[in-house]
C-alpha cells in the first residue's frame, strides 16, 4: 500500500471548468463506517460537517465512504479503502495567454473516487491525480481508480467525455465519451486482458440434437456471494459477459458493436439490469447466497433491434464435468480451441488499440508494416487462460491474459522507442458492474 504520494511520480489529473466562488474549503456532506481525515500530521476521524482544506487527506476503511461536497453543484465520493490528498482547491494560477485559471486538485493515491460536476463553467480545471496519466473535461461523471502497488488507473466517464494524458509524454491522449473507460499503467505492471467464444456446431452436437425455438431460448447465469446484494450483482456481470461474447454476425460480437456504440452500451446494460432474478440454495454451504439471472432471447433481441447469431439453444453456466458427459472429450477439446483463437484475435485487436500518440495508434504501424502485426501475433501466443467457463449450449468462454511489458520490447527493434513508459489504452464500453455501481 502506498502511504505518502510522490510527486516525482507521474501524475493522473482530470482537469474540469469549475466556478471559483466562496473559500478555498470543501465540507462533508455525507458518510458511512471508518472514515479519517489527516490535518497537519494529526489524524482524526471525520464527521459530518468537517470542513476539507488544501493539504488535507481523507481516508476510508472497508465499507466505508463520504461525499464531499465543493459547491451545491459540485462534489466527489470517496469510497471504500481509498486515500486521497486535497492538493488544491479554489486556487489561482495564470494560463499561457494570462488568464486566471481556478485550480482543484485531488491526489489520489489508492482506491476510487467518483466526482460529480455539473456546473463547469470556464477558466477552471479540477483535477485527479494517480502514478501515471493526466485526463481532462468540462463537466462530466466519471470515476477514477488507482491500485496502489501497480499503479493500474481505471478512468470511466458516465456523462460528457475526458482527455486522458500520458504525464511527461504530453503528445500521448485519447479521448473517452459516456459510458467507455480507458486503462493506464507502467508498461512493467500492465495486464492485457480479453475474452473469446467458441461454439459448437449443430453436426458435432449430433442427431439428438434439438433447436429450440426462438421464443423459448433464454441466456442464464449464475451467481454467488455472502450477501444477496453480492450474489445478484455477480449473476447479472456474469450474465453480461455471456451476453457480450454472442455474435451478431459471424465476425462481430455484441461486444464489438458496444464499443463503438455508447447508446447500444446503455440500452444492453439497462436491459440485463432488468433481468428476471430467482433465488436458489447453493450446493454444499448454507452460509452463502446464490442467484440466477436470465433473459429471453426474443424479448432481448427485439428490444435491440436485430438478431444475436448462431444460438440454438438456452445457454445456462455448467460445470467441466457435466459439459464433458454430455458432450465427450471432443467437442471439448475444439470447442476450447476455437474459444482461444477468438481470445486471440481479441487480445490482438486490444494491442492494435494501443495509443501511441494523440493521433496515432500501433494499429497506425501495423498498416505500413507486416512485420508488426506479425511480431504481435507471436506475443498474444504467450498469453494465459486464467479462466474457462462451460455452457449447457455446448459453448465455451475462455478469459485470456498477457503481461504487457512484452509488447515494447518485442516491437522497439522494429518500431524506435515509441512506446513510453506507460500503457495507455483505447476506450471501451464500460463495463456492466462499473456501470451499475457508478450510476
Not at 232 to 238: A, D, M, P, Y
Not at 249 to 257: G, H, V
Amino acid at each position: 500500500m502506498i502511504s505518502k504520494f510522490l510527486f516525482a511520480f507521474p501524475i493522473f489529473s482530470l482537469m474540469l471548468c469549475m466556478r471559483a466562488e466562496g473559500q478555498s474549503q470543501g465540507k462533508i456532506k455525507a458518510l458511512q463506517g471508518s472514515v479519517k481525515i489527516i490535518q497537519q500530521d494529526k489524524e482524526t476521524p471525520a464527521t459530518l460537517e468537517t470542513i476539507i482544506s488544501p493539504s488535507d487527506t481523507l481516508m476510508t476503511g472497508p465499507h466505508s465512504y463520504c461525499v464531499v461536497e465543493l459547491d451545491p453543484n459540485n462534489m466527489f465520493r470517496v469510497k471504500q479503502n481509498t486515500e486521497v490528498k486535497i492538493a488544491k482547491i479554489k486556487s489561482e494560477s495564470h494560463s499561457p495567454e494570462g488568464k486566471v485559471v481556478i485550480e482543484y486538485r485531488l491526489d489520489l493515491m489508492r482506491g476510487t473516487l467518483t466526482a460529480k460536476l455539473n456546473k463547469l463553467p470556464p477558466d477552471s480545471k479540477f483535477d485527479i491525480s494517480s502514478p501515471v496519466a493526466i485526463a481532462g473535461a468540462t463537466g462530466t461523471a466519471y470515476t477514477v481508480e488507482v491500485d496502489p502497488e501497480s499503479q493500474r488507473t481505471r478512468v470511466s466517464v458516465l456523462d460528457h467525455e475526458v482527455l486522458v494524458q500520458s504525464v511527461n509524454e504530453p503528445g500521448k491522449s485519447v479521448k473517452i465519451q459516456k459510458f467507455e473507460e480507458v486503462n493506464a499503467s507502467p508498461w512493467s505492471s500492465t495486464l492485457i486482458r480479453a475474452e473469446g467464444r467458441g461454439a459448437l456446431s449443430e453436426a458435432i452436437l449430433g442427431k439428438s440434437f434439438i433447436k429450440e425455438a426462438e421464443e423459448k431460448t433464454e441466456i442464464l447465469s449464475r451467481g454467488e456471494g455472502s450477501s444477496l446484494e453480492e450474489a445478484q450483482t455477480r449473476s447479472l456481470h456474469q450474465l453480461s459477459k455471456i451476453v457480450g461474447q454472442l455474435h451478431i454476425d459471424s465476425k462481430t460480437t455484441l461486444d464489438d458493436r458496444m464499443n463503438q456504440d455508447s447508446a447500444l452500451t446503455q440500452k444492453v446494460y439497462e436491459l440485463i439490469s432488468h433481468a428476471d432474478q430467482t433465488q436458489t440454495s447453493p450446493q454444499g454451504s448454507n452460509e452463502s447466497f446464490q442467484i440466477i439471472s436470465k433473459l429471453k432471447l426474443d424479448a432481448f433481441s427485439q428490444a435491440l433491434g436485430f438478431p444475436l447469431y448462431g444460438i440454438t439453444q438456452s445457454i445456462l453456466p455448467i460445470s467441466l464435468a457435466e459439459y464433458s458427459n454430455k458432450f465427450g472429450a471432443l467437442a471439448r477439446v475444439t470447442t476450447l480451441r476455437a474459444a482461444q483463437v477468438e481470445g486471440d484475435r481479441n487480445l490482438a485487436e486490444i494491442i492494435f488499440e494501443t495509443v501511441i500518440s494523440s493521433h496515432t495508434t500501433l494499429e497506425d504501424f501495423a498498416v505500413k508494416n507486416d512485420t508488426v502485426r506479425t511480431t504481435v501475433q507471436g506475443v498474444v501466443k504467450g498469453a494465459q487462460v486464467k479462466d474457462i467457463q462451460y455452457f449447457s449450449d455446448g459453448s465455451i468462454i475462455v478469459s485470456m491474459e498477457l503481461q504487457g511489458d512484452g509488447i515494447p520490447q518485442s516491437l522497439q527493434p522494429m518500431m524506435g522507442d515509441v512506446f513510453g513508459k506507460n500503457y495507455l489504452s483505447s476506450p471501451r464500453h464500460i463495463e456492466f458492474n462499473k456501470f451499475e455501481e457508478e450510476a
